[in-house]
Nanobody, 124 residues
Framework: QVQLVESGGGLVQPGGSLRLSCAGS????????MGWYRQAPGKERELVAD???????NYAGPVKGRFTISMDNAKNTVYLQMNSLKLEDTAVYYC??????????????????WGQGIRVTVSS
């Protein structure tokens, strides 16, 4: 099976920094994109940033210039460096990956995987 495991969340003061990591494991054949989404209380889940295996990045407007996404293809791991954090960045952050993986019976298949979510709280 395939797992995406996030780490690095926590509590930080406004203006501070955090670095999130998400490692994919299991029967992964190839990864097309990895990314981060977030969901604040009472709001819809939204894209924060994503990156292709070729290194093309995409950022949501509110985080441009403050967050940086990167990926280590060899480790199936994506990172999100978050600087100049604001109160409104408080949310549960979810890792996402679109990949091809091996599954019992159905064999090699496209798969859209999600991590379990990790909380980021920006508070003074």
């Amino acid at each position: 099976q395939v797992q995406l495991v996030e780490s690095g969340g926590g509590l930080v003061q406004p203006g501070g920094s955090l670095r999130l990591s998400c490692a994919g494991s299991g029967n992964i054949f190839s990864i097309d994109t990895m990314g981060w989404y977030r969901q604040a209380p009472g709001k819809e889940r939204e894209l924060v940033a994503d990156i292709t295996s070729g290194g093309i990045t995409n950022y949501a407007g509110p985080v441009k210039g403050r967050f940086t996404i990167s990926m280590d293809n060899a480790k199936n791991t994506v990172y999100l460096q978050m600087n100049s954090l604001k109160l409104e960045d408080t949310a549960v952050y979810y890792c996402n990956s679109r990949m091809r993986a091996w599954f019992p019976i159905r064999g090699l298949s496209e798969y859209d995987g999600w991590g379990q979510g990790i909380r980021v709280t920006v508070s003074s």
